[in-house]
């Protein structure tokens, strides 16, 4: 039985390796063939294998928006808690919504540093103006972007890959700065 020829065009080559790269870190083991292709798929910007190959015109096949429809939402929801400095105004109700949040703040943390609760205290009081660090610097904890000693004396700035999304918001902060 012949194979239908699938033609994939990758526009932003950086943002698939990330997507690829970030499937391939979480998978408990070397994937198949099917969940191989899937990972492709979606770091390609589809849902699956099967949404790839569904698309009726190879024209249409290039890498669309690196952010799925569905986490557009998500993303303009995150913009509207920033001002146009990028500092924070509020906390968002929505948990997927804070998590992009907190990535910001993560980003605005010192790399490969220890850093005292009053440092962190001070660079998230510097980004945001809703009056609760306690509530950030605990979610930063949370979603695992920082870590802190026992004591609560050091905290680090986890260093990880940002997801799409992440890079999606930081890029539109930036841009609205300028």
Same mark, same amino acid.
Not at 26 to 55: C, E, I, K, V
Not at 67 to 76: E, F, N, Y
């Given at each position: 039985?012949?194979?239908?020829?699938?033609?994939?065009?990758?526009?932003?080559?950086?943002?698939?390796?990330?997507?690829?790269?970030?499937?391939?870190?979480?998978?408990?083991?070397?994937?198949?063939?099917?969940?191989?292709?899937?990972?492709?798929?979606?770091?390609?910007?589809?849902?699956?294998?099967?949404?790839?190959?569904?698309?009726?015109?190879?024209?249409?096949?290039?890498?669309?928006?690196?952010?799925?429809?569905?986490?557009?939402?998500?993303?303009?929801?995150? &913009?509207?808690?920033?001002?146009?400095?990028?500092?924070?105004?509020?906390?968002?109700?929505?948990?997927?919504?804070?998590?992009?949040?907190?990535?910001?703040?993560?980003?605005?943390?010192?790399?490969?540093?220890?850093?005292?609760?009053?440092?962190?205290?001070?660079?998230?009081?510097?980004?945001?103006?809703?009056?609760?660090?306690?509530?950030?610097?605990?979610? &930063?904890?949370?979603?695992?972007?920082?870590?802190?000693?026992?004591?609560?004396?050091?905290?680090?700035?986890?260093?990880?890959?940002?997801?799409?999304?992440?890079?999606?918001?930081?890029?539109?902060?930036?841009?609205?700065?300028?």
């Amino acid at each position: 039985m012949p194979r239908d020829t699938i033609a994939l065009t990758i526009s932003d080559l950086s943002a698939f390796a990330r997507t690829l790269r970030r499937d391939l870190a979480t998978a408990d083991s070397f994937p198949g063939h099917l969940a191989l292709m899937n990972m492709l798929a979606r770091a390609a910007g589809y849902g699956n294998f099967q949404h790839l190959r569904a698309t009726p015109d190879p024209q249409t096949r290039a890498m669309p928006d690196p952010v799925p429809q569905t986490d557009r939402k998500i993303l303009d929801a995150a &913009l509207r808690v920033f001002d146009a400095e990028g500092c924070m105004t509020r906390w968002p109700t929505r948990i997927p919504v804070q998590k992009l949040c907190v990535w910001v703040l993560w980003s605005r943390l010192p790399s490969r540093r220890a850093m005292t609760e009053p440092e962190v205290n001070g660079t998230i009081d510097a980004w945001h103006s809703f009056g609760d660090r306690a509530i950030l610097r605990r979610s &930063l904890i949370e979603h695992g972007l920082t870590t802190r000693t026992p004591d609560g004396r050091e905290y680090r700035r986890v260093e990880c890959e940002p997801p799409v999304e992440v890079l999606a918001l930081l890029n539109a902060l930036s841009s609205r700065r300028k």
